[in-house]
């Protein structure tokens, strides 16, 4: 007498999610088979039917019939196979992180892949692909500074307080300048490497023709830039550039303006004078020019209109300059300020203690 298959009561839970994989259009096909078995289990059918209806094997019917049985919605994932033995293992990544924390060899300021693979008596794919699963990147480095400005926490609580919760009636600025920008004139253009991939080139040889120095301010309400170049960056150059900005403001608000610690903006007690008293400086603690948003908006100019172009004159750079603090203008907005926690005392930490 033929054995009788278990029979299969499914909770309308478990018939739900069943029908759901039948249905769905991306499950795999192996999910959607076994979801079609169990639930023609549960109407009663046989495996001998369920195999004719769905032209597979009794032996496949039977088996995921008795594993849902015994384990239910995970009797039908897949068991997991054992595999290859490793051949580098958690014996070799401790190695390997431990080597990290070794000097490198003579002449050598660092360790890479090579030297790595050569000190383990190991394939240099092995020591990439165990560095990229424990997220270390030898050729990539950060650098930091900590500002040892006794009155730091003052004035970093200052600043920031203006860009969190600004004054009643008055405006922010951010004002800084750009110094020595060179006006470089070199071939530029695209190349196909060797590999196939297009990427940006420029010629190494260039020409001079002079630099310019940027002032800028930044409305830290607006994202609004007002910006002016020149030949100079003097006492005289900087309060020039605050008289045009200071022309373009209401008479009735108040102007809180962040600067960083460089000469000219110190001793310019007359000038503020000239103001009423309108006007207030805000300097940041020494070392912590990062605190000024004119910082970041420098960044994105560098990067989108300087680095890596050809400027056949000083005026086609000032130009280049002026068309992109147009375009800036024109979708102007407020930055969403954020600076990572930085301690001197990350030093300290070990590869070892930072991947366990």
């Not at 369920?50 to 009794?58: F, N, Q």
């Not at 997220?135 to 500074?145: D, E, K, P, V, Y």
């Not at 400027?311 to 086609?316: I, N, Q, Y």
Request: with cysteine.
């Amino acid at each position: 007498m033929p054995k009788k298959a278990p029979e299969i009561l499914l909770t309308e839970e478990q018939k739900a999610r069943l029908e759901k994989v039948t249905r769905s259009h991306t499950a795999e096909r192996r999910e959607v088979e076994r979801a079609k078995i169990i639930l023609a289990c549960a109407e009663g059918k046989q495996n001998r039917e369920i195999a004719a209806d769905y032209h597979m094997s009794l032996p496949r019917v039977s088996k995921w019939r008795n594993r849902f049985v015994k384990a239910g919605m995970a009797g039908l994932e897949d068991a997991q196979r054992p595999g290859k033995p490793e051949t580098y293992g958690k014996a070799f990544r401790n190695s390997l992180l431990s080597k990290l924390e070794a000097e490198p060899p003579a002449g050598l300021a660092r360790w890479d892949s090579q030297t790595l693979a050569e000190a383990l008596n190991a394939s240099k794919h092995a020591v990439w692909r165990a560095l990229k699963k424990e997220g270390i990147h030898l050729h990539r480095a950060r650098s930091w500074c900590i500002s040892t400005d006794p009155e730091f926490t003052e004035k970093s609580a200052n600043i920031i307080g203006l860009y969190l919760n600004p004054p009643i009636n008055a405006l922010v600025l951010s004002v800084d300048e750009k110094p020595s920008i060179q006006a470089l004139e070199r071939q530029t253009g695209y190349i196909e490497t060797r590999d196939k991939t297009v990427v940006r080139a420029y010629k190494s040889t260039y020409k001079r023709h002079g630099t310019l120095n940027l002032f800028a301010a930044l409305n830290v309400a607006t994202g609004h830039i007002t910006a002016e170049t020149t030949k100079t960056k003097t006492r005289d150059d900087f309060q020039a550039f605050m008289d045009s900005v200071m022309s373009d403001l209401p008479e009735d608000k108040e102007v809180h303006v962040i600067l960083d610690n460089y000469c000219t903006h110190k001793r310019n007690e007359e000038w503020l004078q000239k103001y009423g008293g309108r006007v207030q400086f805000h300097f940041t603690p020494t070392s912590a020019s990062w605190l000024n948003q004119i910082e970041i908006w420098f960044g994105i100019l560098s990067r989108k209109t300087i680095k890596d172009a050809s400027f056949a004159s000083a005026e086609e750079l000032k130009g280049a300059i002026e068309a992109f603090i147009v375009r800036h203008n024109q979708m102007a907005k407020p930055f969403k300020w954020r600076r990572r926690e930085v301690k001197g005392s990350q030093l300290k930490n070990t590869i070892a203690n930072l991947r366990n």
